[in-house]
């Protein structure tokens, strides 16, 4: 069983911290994603990485930046946090191919942001 | 910037009934189409995905049916249960990597 696991289930920090997200995998997974999941607006592409020390940009990565050093982990790092980045965030892997619109999701880490 | 509308927002059925969710897109280029199912405290996980070449694609309750001229798909769940109550996202597969684009997502209710 292919198995995601995010450092942290619940997060409080507050304004202007340095917050760090950190996610493994154990399946040897190429690709691997951080998202943000917020009511109404579905899951959202922060940041994506196709191998190691490699990492592109999604569709909101304002605020975020992402740190790639060994295949099975993926960090997410909030240089100064802000109330709008209370969220729910949510890792994915999955191999690259015919395969790759399977994307294995970990449990999530609420984060709140006071 | 949203390429993939999903609707309702929210839906209820009474157990047994029939489950409709609905997705749009506009960009040409995706190459699957997924569904996820997500349980409260849980990330989302693959149900069920159809490629675009075909109209239709069943596994056990759930079937997607696929419009490729009109850029809609959607997700029909049969003999609605209890234990379907979730949040369904609808997804599309980007053709030249492996990024997905999800919709905004159903949060389905069966009442029993």
């Known amino acids: 069983d292919v198995k995601v696991t995010q450092s942290s289930r619940y997060l409080v920090k507050r304004t202007g911290e340095k917050v760090f997200l950190e996610c493994v995998q154990d399946m040897d997974h190429e690709n691997m994603f951080w998202y943000r999941q917020d009511p109404g607006l579905g899951l959202r592409l922060i940041y994506f990485?196709?191998?190691?020390?490699?990492?592109e940009k999604g569709d909101i990565p304002e605020g975020y930046s992402v740190s790639r050093e060994k295949k099975e982990r993926f960090s997410l790092i909030l240089e100064s946090a802000s109330t709008n980045q209370t969220s729910m965030y949510l890792c994915a892997s999955s191999l690259p191919g015919a395969t790759r619109y399977e994307q294995y999701f970990g449990p999530g880490t609420r984060l709140t942001v006071t | 910037q949203q390429q993939v509308k999903q609707s309702p927002q929210s839906l209820i059925v009474q157990k047994g009934g029939i489950s409709i969710i609905n997705c749009a897109y506009e960009?040409?280029?995706?190459?699957?189409f997924p569904w996820y199912q997500q349980f409260p405290g849980k990330g989302p996980a693959l149900l069920i995905a159809?490629?675009?070449?075909?109209s239709e694609k069943k596994e056990g309750r759930f079937t997607i049916s696929f419009n490729k001229s009109a850029k809609q798909f959607s997700l029909h769940i049969m003999d609605s249960q209890p234990g379907d109550s979730a949040t369904y996202f609808c997804a599309a597969l980007e053709t030249s990597g492996s990024r997905l684009t999800f919709g905004e997502g159903t949060q389905l209710t069966v009442n029993p």
């Open positions: 159809i490629r675009p070449d075909v």
């Open positions: 990485s196709y191998d190691v020390k490699m990492k």
């Open positions: 960009n040409t280029a995706f190459d699957y």
